[in-house]
């Protein structure tokens, strides 16, 4: 874990075991529990064209939001991937049939995005538990090319990982073992949730991943908002394992008119340099390289020279980047 202290200018090498030593009592530490779906499915369009649909996430009257890719699979990169059939409203796709006889999955594309023809709105064959059954039996954890072997769902889980809303692992918690918060908690550092829907890192297509992160929903518990509020009081920093968990508080916040409040909404906020945190003093993130929106998000956080300077340095000294790499801590005052 580097950890990085923008007041100090300074960074220094720890491992993740370190956290709670980097943090105070009275800070308070809010991690993402939502749970990784297996939002990958294979399919075929009604010619036999393959087609992979990766699920975003529910949209409004029982459709999901999806992104769907031409034919490949994980092994090629996603922008090497060719571009799926066109699908425009009316479509229908299939996903196959099992080995127990179970019958295909199919859904009818209801609306194409205005933002790319691979964006689209889908309406499965069936709602509720029979929706989720076929998903969790066919579907699959969206994966990248630089993973050295297929995932399993587990995987892709936190510890704490509970509903399950992300189309994409929340992955800054992936390292935060138990042992780890425990040992926080023991040093009077609070801990708090909030559920976030992660979506899509890319999809290979240049117009809908310049428009990336689409819009995410997520839940702010009451508990939380109150857990905020005796921080501040105590004078503690609000730390936020992941950027899901930043643009959840924030983008609470600035539905509130600034005031963090509970509850569910749906956020479209990005958060760059030119952002003021309202609620998050410092964040709990991967190794993230210039261009990326994650990379973006941090400079409301820390100055792009001295971000560039640390991404140098976790490069020379081996750390891991994506969503099994190493961690990086950007908190003022943690050295």
Known sequence: MLVVDPAAGAMADFAVRDLPSRLRAGDLLVVNDAATLPASLEGHDTEGAPVEVRLVGPAEEGTW???????????????DRPAPPLLPAGSTLAFGSLDDG??????????????????????????????WSAV??????????????PLALWHVQTAYASRPWAAEAPSAGRPLTW?????????????AAVTHAAGLSSTGEPALDAALPLPERFDVPAETVAAVTRARAARGRV??????????????ADAGGGHLRAGEGRTSLRVDRHFQPRVVDGVLTGVHQPGESHFDLLQAFAPEPLLRRALAHAEHEGYLAHEFGDSCLILPRSL
């Open 136 to 149: 969790y039996r066919r579907g699959k954890p969206v994966q990248y090319s630089y993973v050295r072997a």
């Open 179 to 191: 042992r780890v918060l425990l040992e926080a908690r023991r040093r009077g550092i609070a801990l």
């Open 102 to 131: 179970a019958p295909a999955l199919r859904a009818t594309v209801v609306a194409v995005s205005a933002v790319s023809p691979r964006l689209v709105r889908l309406a499965f064959d069936r709602q509720g538990d029979e929706l």
């Open 65 to 79: 939001t999806a992104a769907v890719l031409g034919a490949g699979n994980w092994r090629w990169r996603t922008e």
């Open 239 to 252: 730390v936020a394992v992941g950027t899901t968990v930043v643009r959840a508080l924030e983008g609470s």
